[in-house]
């Protein structure tokens, strides 16, 4: 990296996060096909009890009315997922679905749940001790081995799970976060690493966090933790903003009425894409240039709006 540039390109993909239950089986099944029609790569569901189907089952079914679509949970929760048991599920949906499995997984975040559900919310730096004792579990079981493990949080006796993924040596793992310890993890483990806005020790989200700035850090944070791996992880970034306008200044200073951020620092923002189709293909361009990015993940919301995007970049 050279003042702030990154200096690797790889093709362009996107991805669909879903949040949506239907409101019925036909008009869901129908919305997934429609993504894998608008040329988009994957479709997503992250791990809350509060947004959207369980991604398990929503992956499965997924994968069986589509052809080349890939399936991801965005991120599983390992607060939620034994290792074991999230081993057992996507090696089954990898076979089922001919190798189109994605797993991404974290350390969690979101307090609210844990309190609604009863599920313990431990301190930050017990979570991601949990989630990097369970990473070996997963690559090991992935893998078809024979697994012994034994630690503070899981330990596991010689067990070999039956479904051994078609993708090898396993699915593509996928660890993002906004904070140094959980990305310096990525880096070593991961082979996608998703960049996002940290979150704060209440369970809430940082939005002053998305700026250029702060995104620059932790693209070298990422950077020196990984060493000689660095130019083989695909770095991804999602994009919860997106305004398709004639008139991104006027867009970014409504968006800066809202948000502890400047309209030039909205503009600027990884998390933001405002403009055209034009200007947003040129911005997501130089944004690969600049930090790496190519692997980028909007909201189902404004998957037709932000379709002539993919069709200008998927692949290049």
Same mark, same amino acid.
């Given at each position: ?202 369970? !809430?989200?940082?939005?002053?966090? *998305? =700026?250029?700035?702060?995104? &620059?850090?932790?693209? @070298?944070?990422? %950077? #020196?933790?990984? /060493? ?40 600027? !923002?990884?998390?933001?894409?405002? *403009? =055209?189709?034009?200007?947003? &293909?040129?911005?997501? @361009?130089?944004? %690969? #240039?600049?930090? /790496? ?24």
């Amino acid at each position: 990296m050279e003042d702030g540039i990154v200096t690797r390109v790889k093709p362009f993909r996107f991805g669909v996060q879903s949040r949506s239950v239907g409101p019925t089986r036909e008009t869901w099944i129908e919305t997934v096909r429609r993504v894998e029609a608008l040329g988009y790569d994957t479709l997503m569901w992250p791990d809350h009890f509060v947004r959207g189907f369980e991604p398990v089952a929503a992956m499965a079914a997924a994968a069986m009315v589509t052809e080349r679509l890939k399936v991801c949970g965005f991120v599983f929760d390992n607060d939620f997922r034994h290792p074991v048991v999230l081993a057992m599920s996507i090696g089954s949906i990898d076979i089922l679905s001919g190798g189109r499995v994605e797993l991404g997984i974290g350390a969690g975040w979101l307090k609210d749940e844990y309190d609604l559900s009863g599920i313990p919310f431990d301190p930050v730096g017990v979570r991601i001790a949990r989630l990097q004792e369970a990473i070996p579990v997963l690559k090991s079981l992935l893998r078809g081995e024979r697994t012994s493990f034994r630690g503070e949080f899981y330990q596991v006796d010689g067990l070999q799970i039956p479904p051994v993924p078609v993708q090898k040596p396993y699915p593509p793992l996928i660890i993002g976060g906004g904070s140094p310890r959980i990305l310096r993890l990525a880096a070593r483990e991961a082979d996608i690493v998703g960049i996002t806005t940290r979150a704060l020790p209440d369970g !809430s989200k940082d939005a002053a966090d *998305g =700026t250029a700035k702060a995104t &620059a850090r932790k693209i @070298e944070w990422v %950077r #020196e933790a990984a /060493g000689d791996r660095f130019p083989q992880i695909e770095l991804n970034t999602i994009v919860p903003t997106i305004e398709i306008t004639d008139d991104r200044r006027a867009a970014a200073e409504r968006l800066a009425a809202e948000l502890p951020i400047g309209a030039e620092e909205a503009l600027d !923002s990884p998390t933001v894409l405002l *403009g =055209t189709v034009d200007e947003i &293909a040129e911005t997501l @361009e130089e944004r %690969r #240039e600049r930090y /790496g990015f190519s692997y980028v993940v909007i909201l189902e919301p404004v998957m037709e709006a932000f379709a002539p995007v993919v069709e200008r970049l998927a692949g290049r």
